[in-house]
């Protein structure tokens, strides 16, 4: 967006939010009214720096010079013509111009809107940025409010609805520049879900009990605003179902809300309304109300046994894998503890260990069959016995309850199976693991120790020659010296004998 047209529309809206000036837009020109010589010459100078061309001023007495607009008096009148617009488009630069837009019928399928950042899209027509040309093709128009609303008094909903809808009820028009068409949208709104608009304006419920609002806006928040678009859009999508959608919203409308509410009190009750109408169309209760509460009672009370069922597998699951997980930790530890060299303990160790396992596995299959089971069952259930629930309902009642337990169960099975499997490979491991061989000695003693044998042999047969030294007395000396060669006589005698 240029500088120049943010400029413009600055100091055009700071002029009417000054009570100052009116001004008019149309898809072709703009008109600024009531302003002053000083101001005039500023708008004039700003529509000539964006591109606008046939720039004039005057006032009741005719066209103003240029040179002598700064020294004019009050109730000057500026015009420009805008550059021309693509086929479809319309275009507007201040709130005030957006406003008056917004109060006549529709004439384009696309409005550039001056701030936009994001375009917002309608049933029949797309608010967009300036200078925006994606395309946009408008929906079917919904029903006519005139059929269903009983209009007294002002503030009726109009013939139309399509450019209040939003194609995405929850799309954000919190936006600034929309203002003006979320402020025109609630009341419209509002309106066609009412069952009479009284002579004083205010929208009437006729329920029982009736209840009524008055036409006071209020401050309606985005959740406000959001269940609001929801709720009309289901009532009038349909055209052929509109006398009825009608009528229950309004029911519900008045049997939730408080009384003597504003506008912003109506829209707070529309999201228990809406949820409460569209199980009634669903089921049709006015023939068939206590059949509908048994069958909601006995949905209920399936969905909580299969919760409990599934909860009770997963304890099941919990006590199976703490069995294994200590059951593998004692085969570790025995056979970390039993003689190495026993033929059949590793051997056993891994088959109690297999058998563990395959117990944790045979439990996760038993839960996760169950579970396979009753998905089958409520698929069953959705398209034979409970058509009549929305898909939110739906959710909210079987959907989410159901995904809670499986996600628990699931949760206990991948953490046991994965500590059950790492144990498994430990007691393999170790179980199979060779027994560690004991090194024998062979006799051959090592240099140390033969050293020392040495040192205790020489030891001792000192000690005896010693011994025996002391102990003979000399005299007996020849004779000790004689034996030698006596001995070696006898053994001279025995060779002779041979």
């Given at each position: 967006?240029?500088?120049?047209?943010?400029?413009?529309?600055?100091?055009?809206?700071?002029?009417?939010?000054?009570?100052?000036?009116?001004?008019?837009?149309?898809?072709?020109?703009?008109?600024?009214?009531?302003?002053?010589?000083?101001?005039?010459?500023?708008?004039?100078?700003?529509?000539?720096?964006?591109?606008?061309?046939?720039?004039?001023?005057?006032?009741?007495?005719?066209?103003?010079?240029?040179?002598?607009?700064?020294?004019?008096?009050?109730?000057?009148?500026?015009?420009?013509?805008?550059?021309?617009?693509?086929?479809?488009?319309?275009?507007?630069?201040?709130?005030?111009?957006?406003?008056?837009?917004?109060?006549?019928?529709?004439?384009?399928?696309?409005?550039?809107?001056?701030?936009?950042?994001?375009?917002?899209?309608?049933?029949?027509?797309?608010?967009?940025?300036?200078?925006?040309?994606?395309?946009?093709?408008?929906?079917?128009?919904?029903?006519?409010p005139a059929r269903v609303v009983r209009v007294l008094g002002p503030g009726g909903p109009g013939e139309q609805l399509g450019r209040w809808l939003l194609r995405a009820a929850d799309a954000s028009a919190e936006a600034p520049a929309m203002a003006p068409w979320k402020e025109r949208a609630a009341k419209r709104l509002l309106a066609s879900l009412a069952q009479e608009i009284e002579p004083d304006g205010r929208l009437l419920f006729r329920g029982p009990p009736p209840t009524r609002f008055s036409p006071t806006h209020g401050d309606i928040d985005q959740a406000s605003f959001a269940a609001l678009q929801a709720a009309t859009g289901w009532v009038y999508e349909n055209s052929r179902e509109l006398d009825n959608r009608h009528g229950l919203v309004a029911a519900e409308v008045a049997r939730t809300s408080l009384r003597d509410g504003i506008l912003r009190d109506l829209a707070a009750t529309l999201p228990a309304a809406l949820e409460g109408a569209r199980i009634a169309y669903n089921f049709g209760v006015t023939q068939q109300s206590k059949d509908t509460l048994k069958a909601l009672g006995d949905l209920r009370k399936t969905v909580s046994d299969d919760a409990a069922k599934l909860s009770e597998t997963t304890r099941s699951l919990g006590t199976a894998v703490v069995g294994a997980v200590f059951g593998n930790i004692g085969l570790i530890v025995a056979r970390l503890t039993l003689p190495a060299n026993g033929v059949f303990i590793g051997p056993a160790a891994i088959l109690i260990g297999v058998v563990l396992a395959i117990y944790v596995g045979a439990v996760v299959a038993s839960g996760a069959h169950y579970i396979d089971i009753q998905r089958g069952l409520r698929s069953d259930w959705r398209t034979r016995l409970y058509r009549f629930l929305g898909d939110d309902e739906y959710k909210m009642m079987v959907t989410l309850p159901a995904e809670r337990a499986e996600r628990a169960f699931w949760t206990t099975a991948i953490v046991g199976a994965v500590m059950t499997v790492l144990l498994l490979v430990a007691v393999y491991f170790i179980a199979a693991a060779p027994p560690v061989p004991v090194k024998k000695s062979d006799g051959t003693p090592s240099p140390a120790a033969a050293a020392t044998l040495d040192a205790v042999t020489e030891g001792a047969t000192a000690s005896p020659a010693s011994h025996t030294k002391s102990a003979v007395p000399p005299s007996a000396s020849p004779v000790t010296s004689t034996a030698p060669s006596g001995s070696g006589a006898a053994t001279d005698g025995a060779k002779g004998q041979n």
């Open positions: 967006m240029a500088p120049s047209q943010i400029a413009l529309a600055d100091a055009l809206n700071a002029l009417v939010d000054a009570g100052r000036v009116v001004v008019t837009e149309s898809r072709a020109t703009l008109a600024v009214n009531q302003l002053n010589g000083i101001e005039a010459e500023s708008i004039v100078n700003l529509l000539e720096a964006d591109g606008w061309h046939d720039v004039a001023a005057g006032d009741a007495g005719g066209e103003i010079p240029r040179n002598l607009l700064a020294g004019s008096g009050e109730g000057v009148r500026v015009t420009a013509v805008r550059m021309p617009l693509p086929d479809g488009v319309d275009a507007v630069l201040t709130k005030s111009g957006f406003g008056a837009l917004l109060d006549r019928p529709t004439s384009t399928p696309v409005v550039w809107v001056h701030g936009l950042q994001a375009p917002l899209e309608t049933w029949s027509v797309r608010y967009a940025p300036w200078a925006s040309e994606e395309p946009f093709v408008a929906l079917d128009a919904p029903a006519n």
